[in-house]
């Protein structure tokens, strides 16, 4: 059974850092990429950054690029999201999901299974 | 602005059916990429509808479908239920933005 678990989700205050790490199971994590994807109060799903299941493809959102940076630690199945001078905007609830790919194109990932999310406020 | 464009809200009475649009252009849809479909209901996690364009995971009910042609792709549910009343997001990968981006997202309210 796939599970998908967020955690250090709280409140930082604006230009502060926050570390977000996503814990899976169930599945043979090194064989899969990990997105994060967002969702700011009363606004839609934004996607902003892939952990790679091999390490070799760095795509960011133009919101967060230069300040979110990812990694992943296979041997712990987790994956975790570096955010910097964080802002405001920054604020919503920050979920991890698998990537998996349709086909033999490698960009055709769909997102099957989503973790509950973790609540980020930016404020002072 | 998003590369996929969805309209903001549709609306059906139960057993009715509706179609949700979703508009891109030469860099996602048009150049080939899948369109995925998902439902989310505000506090629950996004569940996915449809992968491929056209495939649904198990246990999604036939009444949703989905659909790709051109630069576009619609998803349509049939039989509306008063469960179906929820926001729907499309989502592709774009080659311009090197990016994977969602459709704006669609209010389904079930009358």
């Known amino acids: 059974q796939v599970q998908v678990e967020e955690s250090g989700g709280g409140v930082v205050r604006p230009g502060g850092s926050l570390r977000l790490s996503c814990v899976v199971s169930?599945?043979?994590?090194?064989?899969?990429?990990v997105h994060w994807v967002r969702q700011a109060p009363g606004k839609g799903l934004e996607w902003l950054t892939i952990?790679?299941?091999?390490?070799?493809?760095?795509d960011s959102a133009a919101s967060v690029k230069g300040r979110f940076t990812v990694s992943r630690d296979n041997s712990k199945s987790t994956v975790f999201l570096q955010m910097n001078s964080l802002t405001p905007e920054d604020t919503g609830i920050y979920h991890c999901a698998r990537g998996h790919r349709f086909g033999s194109t490698w960009t055709n990932h769909y997102f099957d299974y989503w973790g509950q999310g973790a609540l980020v406020t930016v404020a002072s | 602005q998003s590369a996929l464009t969805q309209p903001p809200s549709v609306s059906g009475d139960p057993g009715q059916r509706v179609t949700i649009s979703c508009t891109g252009g030469s860099s996602n849809i048009g150049a080939g990429y899948e369109v995925h479909w998902y439902q989310h209901v505000s506090g629950t996690v996004p569940k996915l509808l449809i992968y491929?364009?056209?495939y649904r995971p198990s246990g999604v009910p036939d009444r949703f479908s989905g659909s790709k042609s051109g630069t576009s792709a619609s998803l349509a549910i049939t039989g509306l239920q008063a469960e179906d009343d929820a926001e729907y997001y499309c989502?592709?990968?774009?080659?311009?933005?090197?990016?994977?981006?969602f459709g704006g997202g669609t209010r389904l309210t079930v009358l």
């Open positions: 169930g599945f043979t994590f090194s064989r899969y990429s």
């Open positions: 989502q592709s990968y774009d080659n311009s933005l090197s990016a994977w981006v």
């Open positions: 491929g364009s056209t």
């Open positions: 952990s790679s299941y091999d390490g070799s493809h760095e």
